[in-house]
Each structure stands twice: as structure tokens, then as C-alpha cells.
């Protein structure tokens, strides 16, 4: 025990052990129900181009400074379909695990302590740099279990078509249905009663108004 404690707070494991514990921190707190599992995922929207398809182009949210290069590594190595808190979790404790294991095997038998020093420093890059493609390998399995629910920005569906489902549509009611190769979005869609649209009629999306929650039309 004294061996395991003395490896776990000797340079550079101390770094992945004080990491590890705010991962450890963290899932008990998420475990309680204080913070979600998803608090640090990226904000992902899905744009709607206006063309002869229904295109979906999801894309990270470019409020978000800097997010592009972290979401285009994550892509790159296979770091995405798990919330992100699960993959900076599993790089730690994967990180955390080598540093420990190499420290174990290979620093006794480094006299100097200078020179564990300096190999300490340069471990501490490599145990990231590894953790990264087992990472990668880990939870690929588990991927399929986490469904991400992208939101649909209303404003992106300016330009779309809808066919109408309601037998009449005026300023007050009217709902049409907006194909998206799955179930379809049903949605409120107004105009002028005297535009003489009516149940099956094709219509365009003009116009969202936020007040009402609905789009204005035009006919096709």
C-alpha cells in the first residue's frame, strides 16, 4: 500500500492523479444528480439548406470559440458518439493508468532523480498521446447507446417546402407537414385566407414568427 501511494504521488502520476480526482469528483456529483453527464458537450445545430433535397448539415456551433479544432481532433480520432465528459474521462484514467504502470516498472531503476525528472516530463505527453487511440478503441463499443438529439434552429427552415394537412389555412390556424426522410415535422404555418390554400396544396416557408410559434406561407 505504501508503494501504491508513494507511486501515485510521485512526479509526473501526481498530475494524472490530481486530474483523476476531479473526474472522480465529477461523476459523483453527476451521480447525485448535481450536474449532468452531457454539461460539457459541445451545442450542435442542424441547418436546413433550401434546395430540391432535404439537406442536413450539422455543423458545431461557432459561438463557441476554438470549438471547431477541439470537435475536427475529436472526429479525427473517433473521440465522438459518447458525451464528451465520458471521453476526457477515459483519458485520464487511461493516461493516469500507463504513467503509473511505467513509473512502477521503470523508475527504480533510475538512480538520479534529475533524470527521473526529465522522463517524467516527457511521459506526461506520451501517456496522452497513447490514451488518446485507446480511448478511441474503448468506446467505440458503447457508442451506439448514446443518441444525440440535435436541435432543429426554426429560423434554418426559411425556404422549405410543407404540404398542407389542415383543409383550410389562415391567419390564425393552419398545419402542414415538412418531410425529413423519418416521421416528418408537423408544423403551424399562417396566411391570408384569401390566398385560397387548402389541404394537400404545397407551400413555402416564408417567415418564422417567434410570438406565434408558427411560419407564414406562401403557395408554391
Known sequence: METFIANITSFPVV????LLMIVLFYWVMAMVG???IDVLDADIEVDFEASTDFETEVSINPDAEGL???AGFMLNWGLTGVPITVVISLLI???WLLSYIVVSLLFPLIPLTLIKYLIGAVLIVVCFALAIPITALSIRPFKGFFIAHTAV???SLIGQEVEVK????NEEFGQGILEDGEAGMILDIRAPADKGI???DTVILIEYIEEKESY???KV
Open 166 to 169: 389542415t383543409g383550410t389555412v
Open 34 to 36: 448535481v450536474v449532468d
Open 93 to 95: 484514467v487511461t493516461a
Open 216 to 218: 407564414n406561407v406562401a
Open 15 to 18: 498530475v494524472f492523479t490530481f
Open 68 to 70: 471547431s479544432g477541439i
Open 198 to 200: 387548402k389541404k394537400g
Open 153 to 155: 434552429k426554426k429560423q
